[in-house]
């Protein structure tokens, strides 16, 4: 295997759509990159005998089949995003490989998403635009009513930097009260007010349901048939983290026998999902292909903190974020 360390380092950048900033900043600060058309683990494979530092992006895995390829100098990966779902971390500890990844900077925009899903999904904004378009619009004070913001319960699964970031906007709507449910307790909790319950309370409670919980064996599925089954009828339940944490064909049924009122969801599976899938012709559910952070500011600070992480790792120093 190729173990001489590369002077100047090479930094393999697998997603193609990778914002400058970051690629920008390698360069200046001495790395040679190599920037691939597809990210694709044919691809990757092609290239990752030969660097030193990986930057990928999900969907791309980091598959077993590329850490075997890749040289014993690649010590270093970073991902541009907060989630790590797609890379499994006990086997990068094993093989001695640093993972960095870019949260807090996209706090913001995904909680500005999250919001954005809950107000579409409880004023019915897929629904009202169907009825305009369909010629079905009517003059009746009973009709299209949707569900208030102001004086609800508000369940946020998982208050990490994301789900704070929910709590603290959605304080802005003179709501009645914050719920989060996790491992523990947290400090954080307490300064916003919010009450730590169990996964059933809040289901039970909660008027909106909002999930910020990171993908993990834990959290796989863990909205399924007998969650949706203790949810309110009026209830409006929003995921921006990831689609499997939620059992989709329960959350459809919910939806469908309006057992909950609607939903908002910015992930999903499969993503992409195809323009045919059953989930399109919901007129109570608000969809958007994930892009919580996918603002202009947002994916640049991304892709220059995923630069940063690398830097550092090719330094031997700690990363800024690191998971491994
Ligand atoms: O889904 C996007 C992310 O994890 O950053």
């Not at 030969?50 to 990928?56: G, P, R, S």
């Not at 086997?91 to 706090?107: A, C, F, Q, S, W």
């Not at 469908?256 to 323009?275: C, H, Q, R, W, Y």
């Not at 559910?285 to 994930?290: A, D, E, K, Q, S």
Request: hydrophobic share 40%.
């Amino acid at each position: 295997k190729n173990c001489s360390t590369n002077k100047p380092p090479k930094v393999l950048i697998a997603e193609p759509s990778t914002p400058r900033s970051g690629i920008s900043y390698l360069k200046e600060h001495g790395c040679q990159v190599i920037e691939l058309e597809k990210a694709t683990e044919d691809e990757v494979l092609k290239h990752i005998a030969e660097v030193d530092a990986l930057l990928l992006a999900p969907p791309l895995k980091l598959t077993n089949k590329i850490l075997d390829a890749a040289g014993c100098n690649m010590k270093t990966v970073a991902t541009v995003s907060a989630g790590y779902n797609h890379i499994d971390i006990d086997e990068l500890r094993k093989r001695g490989i640093k993972l960095g990844n870019t949260p807090r900077v996209l706090d913001a925009a995904v909680a500005d998403h999250a919001v954005m899903l809950a107000l579409a999904a409880a004023r019915r904004l897929h629904e009202g635009r169907l009825k305009i378009e369909n010629n079905e619009w009517k003059s009746d004070y009973q009709w299209m009513l949707g569900q208030d913001i102001c004086n609800s319960t508000v369940g946020i699964i998982g208050l990490g930097n994301i789900g704070q970031a929910i709590a603290k906007r959605m304080k802005g709507f003179d709501i009645k009260q914050i719920l989060y449910t996790g491992h523990r307790e947290k400090p954080e909790g307490k300064e916003l007010g919010a009450k730590f319950v169990s996964l059933d309370t809040l289901a039970r409670d909660s008027d909106f349901v909002i999930i910020s919980v990171p993908l993990t064996k834990e959290t796989e599925g863990m909205c399924n048939e007998e969650f949706f089954s203790k949810m309110k009828k009026t209830s409006v339940f929003v995921n921006i983290s990831r689609g499997q944490v939620v059992d989709q064909p329960a959350l459809i049924k919910a939806l469908k026998t309006n057992s909950i009122f609607a939903a908002g969801l910015d992930v999903m599976t499969p993503e992409p999902l195809p323009p045919d899938h059953e989930m399109l012709k919901l007129p109570n559910l608000v969809l958007t292909p994930h892009i919580g952070s996918a603002t202009t500011n947002t994916r640049n600070e991304m892709s220059l903190l995923a630069a940063k992480n690398i830097l550092k790792g090719l330094a031997g120093e700690e990363m800024i974020y690191p998971v491994v």
